[in-house]
């Protein structure tokens, strides 16, 4: 069975430019997750989509992070514009989604995709 | 509130011994579920056991044990007879109601 597929694995831009990271979950999987992981620190939840609709998006800095998983499948993050200390590893993961253990279920995790803003 | 703490933020052991790592958590929910991940080099996170609030049986699996103890909001992990591919980074994660909570990690190295 494949895994979370995420694209592209290393990205490197200029504050103030935009970028977007694109995430193919494991199929079947209802319930898809954006974390941020700086350097040195646990992921943090940035948001989640339970098939086409958004769940929580409470920890988006939503005046540049946005967010879509326009047909409950494969989503895109993206940044505009990016500052300095958006500078993380991007993980996507999944979930089967069971309506009543959203977080409950175990999730799966893509590779990353590690930012670097200069 | 809740948290995760994983208060060793380093540890170095020697090909072959056996290594603990600690998770001590923090929940007002009384129906909660524990985790813990991998993450080697590579930067996936690795899922390795996931534990409910209402079972405190420890768990084996192969050269891999967790003991759950509840009275002191804990949920360890033990690494027996260790190998070089197990180092990584270990997150153990608490799972509620709105949330998946990490702890910030300990790094594992693993000297043959």
């Known amino acids: 069975e494949a895994g979370v597929a995420q694209s592209p694995r290393y990205k490197i831009i200029e504050k103030r430019q935009s970028v977007a990271f694109w995430c193919n979950p494991i199929?079947?999987?209802?319930?898809l997750y954006w974390y941020q992981q700086i350097l040195g620190q646990g992921p943090k939840l940035l948001i989640q989509?339970?098939?086409?609709?958004?769940?929580?998006d409470s920890q988006l800095p939503k005046d540049r992070f946005s967010a879509e998983r326009l047909k409950g499948v494969d989503s895109t993050l993206k940044i505009q514009p990016a500052k300095l200390e958006d500078s993380a590893v991007y993980l996507c993961?999944?979930?089967?989604?069971?309506?009543?253990?959203?977080?409950?279920?175990?999730?799966?995790f893509g590779p990353g995709t590690r930012l670097t803003v200069l | 509130a809740q948290k995760v703490t994983q208060a060793q933020t380093e540890i170095s052991v020697v090909e072959k011994e056996d290594v603990t790592l600690d998770c001590v958590y923090e929940t007002r929910d009384t129906t909660y579920y524990l985790f813990w991940y991998k993450q080697p080099p590579s930067g996936e996170l690795v899922f390795l056991i996931r534990?409910?609030?209402?079972?405190?049986q420890n768990e084996i699996s192969g050269r891999y044990s967790w003991n759950f103890q509840k009275s002191t909001s804990s949920f360890n992990f033990t690494i027996t007879a260790s190998q070089v591919v197990d180092s990584a980074v270990y997150f153990c994660a608490l799972a509620g109601a709105n949330n998946l909570f990490f702890g910030t990690g300990t790094r594992l190295t693993v000297i043959p």
């Open positions: 199929s079947g999987h209802a319930t």
């Open positions: 989509f339970q098939n086409n609709g958004v769940v929580d």
């Open positions: 534990r409910n609030s209402f079972d405190e």
């Open positions: 993961a999944s979930s089967l989604g069971r309506r009543l253990a959203l977080f409950t279920d175990t999730q799966y």
